[in-house]
């Protein structure tokens, strides 16, 4: 109770006082209503000692409150609640035997074993049961040797508070003594269906129940566990319920509650993470719809489902970071990543194509999912076959798929590409291939132009001996199959060359090799083929001639390169050119006992004064 204002306080003062007293009688009153909705809900007995208890000791700091239960066969004390009490006190106070707490005796018992521990004995109250049997006593403490303030007790507020701790605690006694049965017969309120709620309950969602014009929450015990509270828990009003979800979703579950409200929408439906009891946060998915309307169409109830989806977002997000990571890796490195499926049946299919077919193909990946066989529209021509091929091999099941090939996407200049991929096997006979395409036309330039190089001499530009060889090969294996007649190989080589070197220098020396290479090309056909062999001897392969023609070729050559001398410093550097010539047949031997025997012819040439063409006898190229 408010105590007496005196005369000398100022209004100012008298006023601050009052609103306190009133502001901690409210708190005093809401703490009390809850811990009474508490018991109405059937909390455990001892939680709610506690929950008095400590809520005594907070409004009277000055005062220590403890509540003991009795247990009449036993004839022993057993601990309710004693928050701030020594343990030791407490062990004695359990190991004391009582006959009857009600009695004079069982005071001074108390008083004394409390003393040693600094504990003065203020009241004693007994916990009756509505049989009227003690089933407990209340007691409060003061702490200390000094001199004990006794106008705590006199204060009515000290009084209201042990008056309702001991209300409180007899009622939670009490409660306790009721068979669990008979307190959760009748809930949930407004469950029809009493077996489709445990069912639903069963599986692990919750159930809620919402007044929509008082604004009153019902909450099953499965929709309370899945934020880790208990069944006695949990106030019904809506302002807390708002408060237990996260600040960044509820503008947007308001919104939602009031759509569905206002019949926007058919069904409440809602994803948004909610406060456990532990102050850490779950994702749930709550749905719900509008089951009472009132005639204007307000909405009066509504009724509604919640599933712990945490989990479930998790995995999704961990799902959603792997496939952008998927996305980033296919969408950074350049080239086209795929996965092409190969049922059965044999009819592949692409299942996944990254954006990297737009650089390589000049294809959208859609096209590509659409229809795998557009890739043809811009394969090269002339690697199609090989292409082709490879396709097949995939089809029928090959072990791997290695292919370079051009491709020629419209509007674009021609591309190498290099595909490469390997085939995964799956139960029912399906193979799946993994592969990545790349553009390589940078690298098959500098491919393309080093192969050149190690197949061109440096200084004429013609082919060296290497690549001379080959293409004699070539045509060997043509006439040796009967795709080609004859053909005849020459073997030049200039004159004292030695000569220019010494008199005019390395430079005319290397000028006069140009010149001849560049006499000789003038002179041949395409069919035909020519080669620096090394120094200044040059090879020739006239194809489809017989000896008589070569002859007239090598007179031509010889005609032509002493008729178009190369000019130095004003003088004519005259060089003549002896020929050795040797008929490559059917039966001949091999290309290099062919080029031999020409060598041969060039030979007896050189001995013979140079400047002129000798033949091989037929009998001296060797037959195979
Ligand atoms: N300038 C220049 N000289 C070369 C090159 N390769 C070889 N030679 C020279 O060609 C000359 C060939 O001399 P020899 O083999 O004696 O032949 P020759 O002087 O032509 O005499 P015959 O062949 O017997 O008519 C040597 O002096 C070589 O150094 C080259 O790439 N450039």
């Given amino acids: 109770m408010m105590p007496e204002p005196t005369p000398n306080k100022d209004a100012a003062a008298v006023a601050a006082e009052h609103n306190r007293d009133c502001d901690f009688a409210r ?32 409004a009277t700091p000055q005062r220590m409150l403890a509540i003991f239960l009795f247990d009449a066969q036993a004839r022993r004390m057993r601990i309710g609640a004693a928050p701030r009490m020594a343990p030791a006190f407490l062990a004695e106070v359990t190991a004391l035997e009582v006959d009857d707490p009600d009695t004079p005796g069982f005071w001074s018992g108390l008083s004394a074993l409390g003393a040693p521990y600094g504990l003065r004995l203020r009241e004693m109250l007994p916990l009756r049961s509505f049989a009227g049997e003690v089933a407990g006593v209340l007691v409060v ?18 009084r209201d508070s042990v008056g309702a701790a001991v209300s409180m605690a007899m009622l939670a006694i009490e409660r306790s003594l009721v068979p669990v049965h008979v307190r959760v017969k009748g809930e949930p309120p407004g469950m029809a269906d009493e077996r489709m709620a445990l069912a639903i309950e069963g599986s692990g969602t919750g159930i809620w129940d919402r007044n929509a014009v008082t604004g009153e929450m019902y909450y099953s015990r499965g929709w309370k566990a899945i934020l880790g509270y208990e069944d006695w828990e949990l106030s019904s009003h809506l302002e807390d319920a ?17 759509q569905h409200f206002e019949s926007r929408s058919d069904n409440y439906q809602v994803e948004h993470r909610i406060r456990c009891r532990d102050g850490s946060y779950k994702w749930i998915c709550s749905r719900g719809k509008v089951v009472a309307r009132d005639a204007q169409g307000n909405a009066l109830r509504m009724i509604g489902t919640t599933t712990d989806i945490t989990e479930i977002k998790s995995l999704t997000e961990k799902l959603a970071k792997s496939s952008r ?10 080239g086209m990543v795929f996965q092409f499926k190969v049922p059965p049946d044999g009819r592949g299919y692409f299942t996944y194509v990254s954006e990297g077919a737009r650089e390589t193909y000049g294809l959208t990946p859609q096209q590509l999912l659409e229809s795998p066989t557009v890739i043809k529209s811009v394969i090269h021509p002339e690697d199609m076959p090989l292409y082709e091929a490879a396709r ?34 799956l139960a029912d006979g399906t193979i799946l291939w993994h592969g990545f395409i790349s553009d390589i036309s940078q690298s098959k330039a500098i491919e393309l132009e080093l192969q050149e190089f190690a197949l061109t001499d440096y200084l004429t530009q013609l082919p060296n001996r290497r690549h001379f060889m ?124 062919v080029l031999r025997a020409s060598d041969d012819a ?23």
């Fill in 27 to 58: 708190k005093a009153l809401a703490f009390n209503h809850l811990t009474l909705s508490y018991i109405a809900r059937g909390a455990p007995l001892d939680q709610l000692l506690d929950r008095i208890a400590s809520g005594f000791s907070c």
């Fill in 141 to 158: 403490c003061a702490e200390g040797q000094a001199a004990v303030d006794d106008s705590v007790e006199r204060d009515q507020g000290y």
């Fill in 242 to 258: 708002y408060q237990r979800i996260h600040p960044d979703d509820l503008a947007y579950v308001q919104e939602t509650v009031r």
């Fill in 325 to 334: 990571m998927l996305d980033y890796l296919t969408h950074e490195i350049p």
């Fill in 392 to 425: 097949q091999a995939v089809l029928a099941g090959a072990s791997h798929w290695i292919l370079e090939f051009r491709v020629m996407p419209p509007g674009q200049c021609v591309r190498w590409l290099r595909g490469e991929a390997r085939p995964r096997r």
């Fill in 470 to 593: 080959q293409r004699l090969l070539e045509e060997y294996n043509r006439i040796q199959r009967g795709i080609a007649g004859t053909a005849a190989v020459l073997m030049c080589d200039l004159d004292h060359f030695k000569r220019i070197n010494d008199s005019l220098g390395h430079a005319v020396g290397d000028q006069v090799l140009k010149h001849f290479a560049g006499v000789l090309m003038s002179q041949l056909r395409k069919t035909d083929a020519a080669g620096r062999l090394g120094g200044e001897e040059f090879a020739v392969l006239l194809a489809g001639v017989d000896l008589q023609a070569a002859a007239e070729f090598a007179t031509r050559l010889q005609n032509c390169f002493a008729g178009q001398p190369l000019w130095h410093d004003g003088r004519k550097v005259e060089v003549t050119l002896s020929i050795g010539i040797a008929l490559m047949q059917a039966d001949s031997a091999g290309q290099e006992q």
């Fill in 602 to 624: 060039l030979y007896r040439a050189k001995e013979r004064g140079r400047n002129r063409f000798e033949f091989a006898p037929l009998a001296c190229v060797p037959r195979g």
